[in-house]
């Protein structure tokens, strides 16, 4: 049987027209993102989550440009189907559009993804269509804007309607092909979606988006500490981690392992 054909930045955008929702989860890796890949997700996102679940930090704001190009290229070299996105990192697109072609430009180039997303308000709208004007395909991404928790006072569902609206809009007009859709409330999301042509894809945002995204990590029960209201978690693979652990250190102890099947004679 034939492998199915890659998911393009066109295909992608058409889906809004679709009764299937998109699904897009995280990767940082390869393991993770070829397991991905074969359970067919639609899209994989490099997120600068990467600051919170790999490098365990408080926020995504320490994360730079070649830390994410470092993870995207190993993900890239798994992904066969999937379409895969990379994060702009904090500071990598804020100054101009000169330096944010040249930082796009430059995560295409070095990992072979093919779209970038950047978080913004409807300010960001010139950069967006800079982007596009060469080429570069643009994901937006408005509601909550994690690398601008600090401007926002905190973790918030964001709640002001019209700003929203102006946001996701300007996104469009701008070029972008998809908008992400953090931590708003289910029937502004679901305005949104419905007067925008791009597809929306949520994380907090309720069942009115024409997809969805989370961290892998929350979903599959792997991460430690606060998890948010809006994940669910399909597995918990922490705890069966754990598990196999402890049961490898007691054998190692005890001398049970390696037994004489995985030894050589």
């Keep these: 049987m034939a492998s199915p054909s890659p998911i393009t930045v066109p295909a992608f955008a058409e889906r809004k027209s679709s009764d299937q929702k998109l699904c897009m989860l995280t990767a940082y890796d390869f393991p993770t993102a070829e397991l991905l890949d074969q359970s067919g997700v639609d899209a994989i996102l490099v997120g600068d989550s990467l600051a ?53 430009g430059r995560i295409l180039k070095q990992t072979g993804c093919q779209a ?34 600090h401007q926002m006072g905190g973790y918030r569902v964001q709640r002001d309607r019209e700003s929203l609206l102006r946001d996701a809009q300007a996104a469009q007009d701008a070029g972008a092909f998809a908008v992400v859709l953090e931590c708003l409330p289910v029937e502004i999301a679901r305005e949104i979606t419905e007067q925008i042509r791009i597809p929306t894809i949520g994380i907090g945002a309720g069942n009115g988006c024409d997809g969805q995204v989370l961290v892998t ?6 991460s430690s500490g606060y998890t948010p209201r809006f994940v669910r978690q399909f597995a918990n693979l922490r705890e069966t981690a754990r598990l196999a652990i402890e049961e490898y250190c007691q054998e190692v102890r005890t001398g049970k392992f390696p037994g004489n099947e995985q030894s050589y004679q």
């Design 52 to 104: 919170n679940v790999i490098q365990g930090r408080e926020t995504t704001i320490p994360v730079t440009l070649d830390e994410i190009i470092y993870h995207a290229e190993i993900v890239c070299r798994a992904v066969k189907h999937a379409l895969v996105v990379v994060d702009m990192p904090f500071l990598s697109y804020h100054t101009g559009i000169e330096q944010a072609i040249a930082n796009a």
């Design 116 to 149: 970038v997303k950047l978080e913004g308000n409807a300010g960001q709208a010139a950069i967006v269509s800079s982007l596009v004007d060469v080429g570069i395909p643009v994901m937006a991404h408005v509601g909550l804007r994690p690398q601008s928790i």
């Design 217 to 222: 990590h929350d979903m599959l029960g792997l």
